[in-house]
């Protein structure tokens, strides 16, 4: 067995040698959520604007509508705080898990 | 011995073997927020109603100095009990007593009990606080799980199955309540994992915290194995109580009935909640709980998959499953996780003869490389899998939008639904207008001097023609466009024609689905 060949693989302190498929490697690491973070959970396209940089926002308020599977969706605050970033405009085509707000 | 001293001696047997795992790990066990397995037991039950068994076995083993430990009822309690006065099995772990961990007679005892709850055709209840496997007992403890995850499987489709999870289920111990057809949680105290974070940590380099990586929210919310979140264990067991009062005790009865109450129609008019225009959101919940008893709806894994809603309600007294699009959450669109969600549903109701209605607004399914990669064909597949199997009375009401695949899919006609309506606003169509007048006049769109306006003019056309309830009608594949406020009035009227409703099945040992 050429050795080079496997990786290590380590199940309840005991190292195997083994292979990892691509799904694996390429996983994403686990990092903590940030809550204060909006982006889209959809592709589609940015309809309006409602929130703008500095603005005050209350957990549930309208930050924008974005049109995608037929349907004007609304994109709202997840808590209350304030808009410190904007980073989509009207018009603007997204694909999903775009950052789109920063609520601080 | 007299009598008297017969009586007096069992007597203290019996209050040695209820203190459990004594005053110290009692304290611990509230000081993590937590009640005791026999204040659990009694808060589910009926007061008084409580009647344990195997309360004096004890563990067999002898290696690692076992045979000298004494473990009360060997760390479980079982029994059998009545809420609102009908009859109940429950099992509770009880976390004091070695950590809740599970030997050959701990197993034993839950086994029994199920066994008892298969017998005698009722629901179980069971309780998980439990470290794991004990270790000392080795093998014995191993076999100890798998004579649970065989009856739980055994029982499904049998009986309702109930796991609460109130406190760490983890490894091996997580297919019990993954076997069985609802699993509660509570926030701060259900931890399930595989492997714990230790494990995470040392394998795949991750720092992540209990809660992070198994908590009641995590699994209520992201993996979908938790049907019912609660804030406090009292919340959790009204919950459980409530879903009881929905399902039979067993798959030969049907759900006891209720005195029929109208909705709350003040609260939720039907003909005030669907926006016509199919581009606008709505909760259609409000839907649901416009033409429910009541208004009352018990939803089931609120927080999963939110594009879909699930849960159970009453309409003119008898238990109804709720399956419903959710335009407010990412348009309604059928995915991976929605699909699980709806098709798992549609199984606990048919193999329990709870008539299903269907309520359908959704624009199809969700495009994407993660989707398809996630194997959205054969999630997908579950829906039809579970529509097309079920045999209860299956009512369709389409409130807009019904395109292609998820048409087909949201329990049609030509899945063998008894009963298909539409409201005048539905649009049922091989695809929505803009799609499908984008291909079919891909031609005169590309060669007019003004494209965009000959095809706006196409989309209007297409949807004039086709986006509407009555070509479906026009082929008998809808059989009714009603009125909004009809709803409720039609729908009981559907139930009752089919209460009698006779299916044959092909002669099989059992399908194969999507899993």
């Not at chain 1, 889209?40 to 703008?52: C, L, S």
């Not at chain 2, 129609?265 to 669907?274: D, P």
């Not at chain 2, 033409?291 to 238990?319: K, M, P």
């Amino acid at each position: 067995m050429d050795n080079a060949k496997y990786d290590k693989l380590e199940i309840d302190g005991v190292f195997y040698k083994t292979t990892f498929p691509e799904k694996f490697i390429n996983r994403k690491p686990w990092s903590a959520p940030e809550p204060g973070a909006v982006a889209t959970y959809i592709p589609g396209t940015i309809v309006e604007v409602h929130a703008r940089e500095g603005q005050q926002v209350k957990r549930g308020e309208l930050l924008c509508t974005l049109d995608a599977m037929k349907m004007r969706n609304r994109v709202v605050a997840p808590l209350d705080g304030v808009i410190a970033k904007v980073l989509v405009k009207k018009g603007d085509k997204i694909p999903r898990n775009t950052l789109m707000f920063e609520i601080k | 011995m007299s009598l008297k001293r017969n009586v007096l001696d069992l007597r203290k047997r019996k209050e040695i073997a209820r203190q459990g795992g004594g005053e110290e790990a009692i304290k611990k066990q509230v000081a993590m927020g937590k009640l005791t397995a026999r204040e659990r037991i009694e808060a589910i039950l009926d007061k008084d109603s409580f009647h344990e068994y195997d309360m004096f076995v004890e563990h067999q083993s002898k290696d690692f100095d076992m045979d000298k430990k004494v473990f009360h009822g060997d760390g479980v309690i079982i029994g059998t009990g009545t809420i609102y006065g009908e009859p109940i099995c429950v099992y509770a772990q009880d976390f004091t007593v070695a950590g809740g961990s599970l030997g050959l007679m701990h197993a034993r005892k839950i086994s029994k009990i199920m066994d008892h709850a298969l017998k005698m055709q009722v629901p179980l209840v069971g309780i998980n606080d439990s470290g794991g496997a004990r270790i000392q007992e080795g093998v014995d403890s191993l076999a100890g799980y798998g004579d649970i995850f065989f009856r739980n499987t055994q029982a499904s489709g049998v009986i309702p199955q109930l796991s609460v999870i109130l406190g760490p289920c983890a490894g091996g111990a997580v297919y019990s309540p993954a076997l069985t057809d609802f699993v509660f949680v509570v926030d701060n105290i259900s931890k399930m994992f595989i492997t714990g974070p230790e494990v995470v940590k040392t394998v795949l380099g991750e720092e992540i915290s209990m809660e992070e990586l198994g908590g009641a929210r995590v699994h209520s919310e992201i993996s979908g194995n938790a049907h019912f979140f609660a804030l406090t264990e009292q919340e959790c067991f009204e919950q459980i109580k409530k879903l009881l009062t929905y399902i039979p005790w067993s798959n030969r009865v049907k759900a006891r009935a209720f005195p029929p109450k109208e909705p709350k129609t003040k609260q939720y008019n039907i003909e005030k909640i669907v926006p016509s225009d199919p581009t606008q959101p709505y909760d259609v919940r409000d839907v649901i709980r416009a033409v429910a008893d009541n208004s009352d709806f018990l939803e089931v894994q609120q927080a999963f998959a939110r594009n879909i809603v699930v849960g159970f309600g009453r309409i003119d007294g008898e238990t109804i499953g709720f399956v419903a699009n959710q335009p407010c959450v990412m348009a309604g669109v059928l995915d991976c996780d929605s699909s699980d969600k709806a098709g798992r549903f549609i199984r606990f109701c048919d193999a329990f003869n709870i008539p299903i209605v269907t309520f359908e607004d959704m624009p199809g399914y969700l495009p994407g490389t993660e989707q398809e990669y996630m194997g959205v064909i054969r999630h997908g597949a579950k829906v039809l899998y579970a529509y097309s199997e079920a045999t209860v009375p299956k009512i369709t009401v389409i409130l807009r939008k019904a395109y292609g695949g998820g048409y087909i899919a949201m329990n049609s006609r030509h899945l063998k639904a008894d009963f298909m309506f539409a409201w005048p606003t539905a649009e049922i169509a091989v695809m929505g207008p803009e799609g499908a007048a984008n291909i079919i006049f891909r031609k005169e769109i590309m060669s007019s001097p003004n494209p965009e306006e000959t095809r706006k003019a196409k989309v209007a056309e297409y949807r004039e023609k086709f986006a509407n309830p009555y070509v479906a009608a026009s082929k008998g594949y809808i059989d009714s466009v009603i009125e909004p406020s009809e709803t409720r009035k039609i729908l009981i009227h559907s139930i009752e024609v089919s209460s009698n409703k006779t299916v044959m099945t092909p002669a099989k040992k059992h399908g194969i689905p999507p899993f």
